[in-house]
């Protein structure tokens, strides 16, 4: 979960560290290997705001 957290970081959006824990996302190369319909279920799941699920499921853990 540390290297989630982390990358979660490196993009401003540390603050959903937990609720991807608690949704059982805690796997930085699954994560890493999702397109972006994919990222988008994950952002609904772990209930980001709108502008930052845009952000994450446009540039996933690569910043903009």
């Known amino acids: ?3 989630v957290a ?3 970081a490196q993009v401003n959006l540390q603050a ?3 609720a ?3 949704e ?3 796997d930085i190369s699954f994560l890493r290997g999702l397109d972006a319909a994919d ?3 994950v ?3 772990t209930g980001m705001k709108p502008g930052h699920a845009g952000r ?3 540039f996933g853990f690569e910043p903009p």
Do not use: I, S
Request: negative net charge; charged residues 30%.
């Open 56 to 58: 994450f499921v446009k």
């Open 39 to 41: 990222r988008a279920d």
């Open 24 to 26: 059982g996302y805690d």
């Open 1 to 3: 979960m540390a290297a």
């Open 16 to 18: 959903y560290a937990a």
């Open 20 to 22: 991807f824990d608690a």
């Open 43 to 45: 952002a609904k799941e």
């Open 6 to 8: 982390a990358a979660l």
